[in-house]
């Protein structure tokens, strides 16, 4: 990655995140929203807050930037709006896992794979 080149930049307090997996284990920050994009899920949003003294800023970032953390299964259909569909792609606070056999259902196991580590971190720093 080049010297000017860093994953993201706090817009409110100019805290700089080298490496998205500085990012994701930043203790100060905390994982508080994901908004689909249903046409194109890479471009779903999942929102920070920096928890840092005088800051707490939001901080949003595409899904695509977090593929790459992922492994699992992908399902090709879209159960959006289905009887199986927990309706949790319409909810932006809502962070829980997804049980539907959906295209979507990827992003929420990210999500949990950015608590996971954000948990794990919080521990160590305590």
Known sequence: MPEDKCFKIC???????ETR???ISDPLLFIN?????????GQSLFYFTHQKEGCFS???????EFLSLYSGKKYKERRTNKEDCPQYCFEKEQLDRCDAFCEC??????IE??????????LLKN
């Open 21 to 23: 997996d500085d990012f």
């Open 113 to 122: 794979i950015i608590k996971t580590n954000q948990n794990n971190n919080k």
């Open 11 to 17: 817009s409110m307090c100019s805290t700089k995140w």
């Open 58 to 64: 939001t901080i949003a970032i595409k899904a695509k």
């Open 105 to 110: 259902a990827f992003n929420r196991e990210i």
């Open 33 to 41: 929203g994901y908004q689909a994009h249903f046409e194109r899920l």
